[in-house]
């Protein structure tokens, strides 16, 4: 995505349109294009769920992209990454979920801008609801 050319996801490996467990897929740092908006309001466009600890993400947002990194590259530098209270970040130990603009659009005509201006300003909404697997 960052040059321009879109991917179907038809077939990807890393296709989460459907649920997924993220520690089976190949460490992710996509960029995912959302379904148009027919209104102004937020629509969901991500949801998490740990079996384990039994916590929820739902993520709903305005902006056309979600951006997915599942941290594939912290700790294996050669210095560890180190985080709150000295604890060493592990590969794929994170996930980022991160709604925003095409990233290189400016450097790619054929991608819809996000131009700001006086009169036109940026106006966006990103609502990340916490929860557990019970509400």
Not at 63 to 85: F, H
Request: charged share 20%; with cysteine.
């Amino acid at each position: 995505m960052a040059t321009g050319p879109q991917v179907s996801l038809d077939g990807h490996p890393q296709d989460l349109r459907t649920a997924q467990v993220l520690g089976d897929l190949p460490d992710i740092d996509l960029s995912y294009v959302l379904e148009p908006l027919p209104t102004s309001a937020a629509r969901p466009c991500a949801q998490l769920r740990s079996d384990t600890s039994g916590r929820t993400l739902a993520v709903w947002t305005t902006e056309p992209l979600l951006q997915v990194y599942t941290a594939g590259q912290l700790g294996v530098a050669e210095r560890p990454d180190l985080g709150k209270w000295g604890v060493r970040h592990r590969p794929r130990s994170a996930v980022c979920l991160e709604p925003q603009h095409f990233p290189n659009a400016p450097n790619c005509p054929a991608l819809p801008q996000n131009t700001v201006a006086p009169g036109r300003p940026y106006r966006a909404t990103t609502v990340y609801r916490f929860g557990t697997v019970n509400d």
